[in-house]
């Protein structure tokens, strides 16, 4: 989940498990979501997004689902592979332009 | 497109050094965005332009750091004088008007000593 303070949170999962990364936004004016995923050594690329008025989202091997009457997002990754391994951000659009981003959660996948 | 373009990829220098950090975001973009990235603090929003203008800067550090944009296509934030506390990774990130997703370069890594 998100990091409260300066340690990033760490999910540890099998190879061909299924992972789940969790993130509590701040807005509840936010009105759109997105995942980001950084590898070591680049800058966060995008995986998915998902509007207000929805609560899921799939794409390839990701699923995001968003809680809003908890102000909760969620990313799962089936089948995790070590290609996987990475940080990953979820951010929030509140209708200001800058998107605010959480902490980050580091997934470390287990050959 | 070649994505949003940045140099020099690493640059280390000594506490007092001048450090020029150069962007050039994705063609047609009209938001370029400069973030810090340390372990400590995370990823920090330092400022942000529209259509080559600064519209919020209020994350630069102090008065050290400024950054412009002279034109659409190319942006520069400056150090001076670097401190150590400075090091960090520095990206830049652009997007579009119709759309949220911001798309970040690869990054500079900067190592004061």
């Known amino acids: 989940g998100e990091s409260v303070g300066l340690h990033l949170p760490t999910l540890s999962v099998q190879e061909g498990d299924n992972s789940i990364i969790n993130c509590a936004y701040s807005?509840?004016?936010?009105?759109?979501f997105i995942w980001y995923k950084q590898e070591s050594g680049k800058g966060p690329q995008f995986i998915i997004d998902?509007?207000?008025?929805?609560d899921k989202r799939q794409g390839q091997r990701v699923t995001v689902l968003l809680n809003k009457t908890v102000k909760h997002l969620s990313l799962q990754i089936a089948a995790t592979q070590p290609g996987d391994s990475a940080v990953y951000f979820c951010?929030?659009?509140?209708?200001?332009?800058?998107?605010?981003f959480g902490k980050g959660t580091r997934l470390s996948v287990i050959a | 497109d070649a994505g949003v373009i940045q140099s020099p990829r690493h640059e280390v220098t000594e506490m007092g050094q001048e450090v020029t950090l150069r962007c050039k975001p994705i063609?047609?973009?009209?938001?370029l965005f400069w973030y810090r990235q340390t372990m400590m603090r995370g990823l920090e929003l330092l400022i942000y332009?529209?259509?080559?203008?600064?519209?919020?800067d209020s994350g630069m550090p102090e008065d050290r750091f400024s950054a412009k944009m002279p034109n659409a296509s190319f942006s520069t934030l400056k150090i001076q004088p670097s401190e150590p506390r400075d090091s960090a990774v520095y990206f830049c990130?652009?997007?579009?008007?119709?759309?949220?997703?911001?798309?970040f370069g690869p990054g500079t890594r900067l190592t004061v000593t």
């Open positions: 990130a652009s997007r579009g008007l119709a759309g949220y997703e911001q798309y």
């Open positions: 807005n509840s004016a936010s009105d759109y």
């Open positions: 998902i509007r207000s008025n929805m």
């Open positions: 951010a929030e659009d509140s209708g200001n332009t800058p998107l605010v």
């Open positions: 063609s047609g973009h009209d938001y």
């Open positions: 332009f529209n259509n080559n203008v600064p519209i919020d």
